[in-house]
């Protein structure tokens, strides 16, 4: 079923306010789309590829990191293989705090 615009931005609306009302951290969009982006896709994933995939700069990423590493839902590793590249893992928390996120996606979609 395709949705129309107004169905999606009612969608993104509802499911704000839903995550407002629980006890999760304040992500921002971009925190939200990198996350997104390492769990979503097949790994490896390095901070100069999400930058690059996300159409962002690299220190954006990096700070972005910064925020999601405090939270524990990705790490960055030294790539043993490429010292010069960093990359960006999954965590079980960040894995949790999705699924959660994903289960409240779907549930507002179907209420709507």
């Known amino acids: 079923m395709k949705m129309t615009p107004q169905q999606a931005l009612a969608l993104y609306r509802t499911t704000g306010a839903a ?64 010292k010069r590249s960093v990359l960006v893992q999954r965590t079980v928390k960040g894995s949790v705090f999705l699924r959660e996120f994903g289960d409240l996606v779907s549930g507002v979609a179907g209420d709507l």
Do not use: N
Request: no cysteine; charged share 30%.
């Open 19 to 82: 995550v407002l009302v629980r006890d999760w951290p304040d992500l921002t969009q971009r925190q939200l789309a990198i996350l997104l982006e390492v769990y979503l896709s097949p790994p490896p994933h390095t901070v100069r590829g999400l930058a690059e995939k996300l159409a962002i700069s690299k220190p954006a990423v990096s700070r972005a990191l910064d925020r999601l590493g405090q939270l524990e839902f990705a790490k960055r590793k030294v790539d043993e293989a490429d």
